[in-house]
């Protein structure tokens, strides 16, 4: 009888104890739903806004969508990191009357940037200065790296029907996002 009563324990005891692990596998399950939901909406918000502001910031800037009163003012959004537009600066001008040589702007940009895609000479997210209108075309989430997006984009010129391939990484700021970095290809 006692070895019953042992038995009968015992069962009970192992039953309890695996209900206990099943409730939390399942508990933690949501929270990781709820991290991964929350990681793709983020994700998906930061596409949206590349999209949007790459295109309005490019159409406005040559005159082919309307500047609100306070940009036609000279108050525009930042879109960039202001590390990022240093960096930009300097690329557009190397090589030209005051600006610093290829390899001045290597030494001081190589620990922050890869400068093999720096875009020297050209201006930020198109390398022609005369431009038709704007629209990125592809938007593909890469990767996340710390805080930062990175997203595989066209932009298209569709008059001049140009496409400038460019990896755009996007931070979070505020309630939205600043571009931290370009990787501009030859189209």
């Known amino acids: 009888m006692n070895k019953i009563i042992i038995t009968a324990i015992v069962l009970s005891l192992s039953a309890l104890n695996h209900a206990h692990a099943q409730k939390k596998i399942t508990d933690n399950k949501p929270a990781a739903q709820q991290n991964t ?14 999209t949007r502001t790459v295109a309005n910031t490019l159409n406005k800037a040559n005159g082919m969508a309307e500047n609100t009163n306070e940009e036609a003012e000279g108050k525009h959004k930042q879109i960039y990191t202001t590390q990022y537009m240093a960096y930009k600066d300097d690329a557009a001008e190397t090589g030209m009357d005051g600006g ?16 093999q895609y720096a875009g020297v000479g050209k201006g930020y997210l198109v390398s022609n200065a005369y431009y038709g209108f704007i629209e990125v075309t592809q938007c593909v989430f890469i990767k996340k790296t710390g805080n930062a997006y990175l997203f595989e984009t066209v932009i298209t ?25 370009v990787l501009e290809y030859n189209q």
């Open 100 to 115: 610093m040589t290829r390899k001045a702007f290597e030494k001081k940009w190589a620990k922050d940037f890869n400068v």
């Open 157 to 181: 010129d569709t008059e001049a029907k140009i496409n400038y391939k460019r990896d755009i990484k996007v931070i979070p700021s505020g309630n939205s996002f600043l571009i931290a970095d």
């Open 37 to 50: 939901t929350k990681e793709a909406k983020e994700t998906e918000k930061a596409k949206i806004w590349i």
